[in-house]
């Protein structure tokens, strides 16, 4: 079970790249970002496939996250699925469907409602979150044994998204001029466990995946284990089964965003895991209104 959740643990930390299908390498400052031309009236829906490849004794494991992201002047939704292939005897299948909704800003995207339904013939979780301006609630079917030690506060909770908010977002905020492009931290609260993800700049590197070539900004992830966690995990600062920090490679794009296109880490259990974008697709959301005045009536 470990090693498909590793595997699926790398998909959810990809859960940021959200990108044009765009192979330059160069990007424009002068262009408006995706966000503010949402914020403009633009409502733009994002397609997005993530594959990762990991190998157990040189035998090939595959993980996929598929997710659509709608995002209208006032608000968003996001519908993704994480699914984990493994061979018998070696992995559970790990499949888990995450739905989040929230505001949409200028500049970023805010939780409002999280929920994810684990099916990974263990436990089968559910949990409802809802963050508001000043509380938050979580309900989680079966209940968590416990919300680890400390838990996470409300204070703590209100500068945090979900998961799929807190990476998607990420990949979309504009990058102010002379701003470190890694960007960070990202701060995550998934209904138990409160976890900022920190990000070193490694410099520029060259990198060629199926949806994007070019300079790429190389960033090291490592974790800090904030709340939620059984006591003193929080001493531990890597992402669990991973030996040495998460690499990732952003591509700045024309768009204003600064997307992950390949994502590598170097695990204790099952070796390498590589992910990269297999679909990408950015498009603009036809309303109600809009399809009546192209049809002229």
């Known amino acids: 079970m470990k090693r498909a959740?590793?595997?699926?643990?790398?998909?959810?930390?990809?859960?940021?790249?959200?990108?044009?299908?765009?192979?330059?390498?160069?990007?424009s400052a002068a262009a408006p970002t995706v966000l503010a031309g949402v914020k403009a009236g633009t409502p733009t829906r994002m397609i997005y496939e993530l594959e990762a490849k990991a190998y157990v004794l040189f035998i090939p494991a595959t993980g996929r996250a598929s997710f659509t992201v709608d995002m209208k002047p006032d608000?968003?939704?996001?519908?993704?699925?994480?699914?984990?292939?493994?061979?018998?005897?070696?992995?559970?299948?790990?499949?888990?469907?995450?739905?989040?909704?929230?505001?949409?800003?200028?500049?970023?995207?805010?939780?409002?409602?999280?929920?994810?339904?684990?099916?990974?013939?263990?436990?089968?979780?559910?949990?409802?979150?809802?963050?508001g301006p000043d509380s938050f609630k979580m309900k989680a079917d079966p209940e968590f044994g416990n919300l680890g030690d400390p838990a996470a506060t409300t204070e703590q909770v209100l500068k945090t998204n979900d998961p799929i908010t807190a990476l998607i977002t990420f990949a979309l905020e504009p990058r102010a001029p002379g701003a470190d492009p890694c960007g960070g931290p990202i701060r995550i609260f998934d209904g138990r466990?409160?976890?900022?993800?920190?990000?070193?700049?490694?410099?520029?590197k060259q990198v060629k995946t199926d949806a994007w070539s070019g300079n790429a900004i190389e960033c090291h992830v490592t974790m800090e284990k904030v709340a939620g966690y059984k006591k003193g995990e929080s001493n531990k600062d890597n992402l669990s089964g991973i030996d040495g920090p998460l690499r990732m490679w952003l591509a700045p794009l024309e768009n204003g965003t600064t997307v992950p296109v390949k994502i590598q880490a170097d695990t204790d259990k099952i070796g390498k895991i590589t992910l990269q974008a297999k679909k990408l697709r950015f498009e603009p959301i036809v309303t109600e209104e809009a399809a009546v005045t192209s049809d002229g009536q």
């Open 75 to 131: 608000n968003y939704v996001i519908n993704s699925r994480v699914k984990v292939t493994g061979i018998a005897d070696w992995f559970v299948n790990y499949d888990m469907v995450l739905q989040a909704s929230g505001y949409t800003r200028d500049n970023a995207l805010k939780t409002y409602s999280y929920v994810s339904q684990n099916r990974d013939g263990k436990k089968n979780r559910r949990v409802n979150l809802t963050i």
């Open 5 to 27: 959740y590793m595997l699926a643990s790398g998909l959810a930390l990809a859960m940021a790249g959200i990108a044009v299908a765009d192979t330059s390498g160069g990007s």
């Open 193 to 204: 466990q409160l976890t900022y993800l920190h990000l070193k700049n490694a410099g520029m």
